[in-house]
């Protein structure tokens, strides 16, 4: 994302920084921004009043939040950021409440009719009759820490207690998809690109491919319309006999991205310019369809002796 913006900010012809922040100062990340700041933890009653300090300091225009457990804070705080001249790229926080709430997000994707993993609480459980094989996750969670299949009725008992808070879906086949979405500040879908997961390693996509299915693309652009996502959402489903699932949505950048701008949707670029008032027309479906992701880890090296 670092080096979207940067690219981005190039290809433009802008001259601006990329400013990041983190609690480690041993991040990779750190390593390709412009300058960078370390901060408390996002649930620490310091983290707002430090990030808004930054933002006078640094004369920032545009904040873009990242993780999960930050969506809901920055949400909660817009009208701060607007108050100081900076544009906040983040949906509201009944929005990033929703999304990380499994629970609750299931009961939107049916309240609205779309097509979602049958999700239950341990307690609407019937364990001795219930259909196998089902899914288990933090109802609160991310990155598929905690996230175990079941397969029978011992590995449910077990698992119910051992995952904290836990939601269970119904197991669902078929292939993987994630799907990008791009909302303008005003609420305009921008971009939409589904891809197949074909390899995923910790949560993420180590390999994937592009996916122009105008299903895909047409349910994303209701769903987020509906739920009223602003800057970056991704949805996640399986495809299996034609019928597609979801079970998941989190609005934030997929740890993806990188493939969806390689294909043609260069959502910095999009951003930068919806930022900028230049009000970007829609480019939804324009991307390269089969576009293939062969991801691999690559090392930085520092010498300690450097720093002084």
Not at 126 to 147: C, H, M, N, Q
């Amino acid at each position: 994302m670092i080096r979207g913006f940067k690219d981005a900010l190039t290809k433009l012809g802008i001259k601006g920084s990329v400013i990041a922040t983190d609690t480690d100062k041993l991040s990779p990340g750190l390593r390709f921004c412009d300058r960078f700041h370390l901060v408390p933890l996002s649930g620490s009653e310091k983290y707002i009043p430090r990030i808004l300090q930054i933002c006078k300091e640094e004369k920032v225009s545009l904040m873009v939040p990242t993780i999960d457990e930050e969506l809901q804070v920055f949400g909660q705080h817009k009208r701060d950021f607007l108050a100081i001249g900076v544009t906040p790229l983040v949906s509201d926080e009944n929005v990033g409440m929703l999304c990380r709430d499994k629970y609750l997000t299931a009961g939107f994707f049916k309240k609205h009719g779309f097509p979602f993993a049958e999700t239950f609480l341990p307690s609407q459980l019937d364990y001795e009759t219930i259909d196998y094989p089902l899914f288990i996750k933090p109802r609160v969670g991310r990155g598929s820490v905690g996230a175990y299949p079941i397969r029978n009725e011992t590995e449910l008992r077990f698992f119910s207690s051992y995952v904290e808070n836990p939601v269970i879906q119904r197991f669902l086949p078929g292939k993987e998809y994630t799907i990008d979405v791009l909302t303008s500040l005003d609420g305009k879908i921008l971009s939409v690109v589904p891809r197949e997961r074909l390899v995923i390693r910790a949560g993420v996509c180590d390999k994937g491919k592009t996916y122009k299915g105008r299903d895909l693309i047409d349910i994303s652009v209701a769903i987020c319309e509906k739920l009223g996502t602003i800057g970056p959402a991704n949805l996640q489903c399986k495809i299996f006999n034609g019928s597609i699932s979801f079970f998941e949505i989190n609005p934030r950048f997929s740890g993806a991205i990188q493939l969806t701008v390689a294909s043609g949707a260069d959502f910095f670029s999009l951003i930068i310019k919806d930022a900028l008032g230049e009000s970007p027309e829609p480019a939804i479906g324009k991307f390269k369809d089969g576009f293939l992701m062969l991801s691999y880890e690559e090392s930085i090296f520092e010498n300690p002796a450097d720093d002084n």
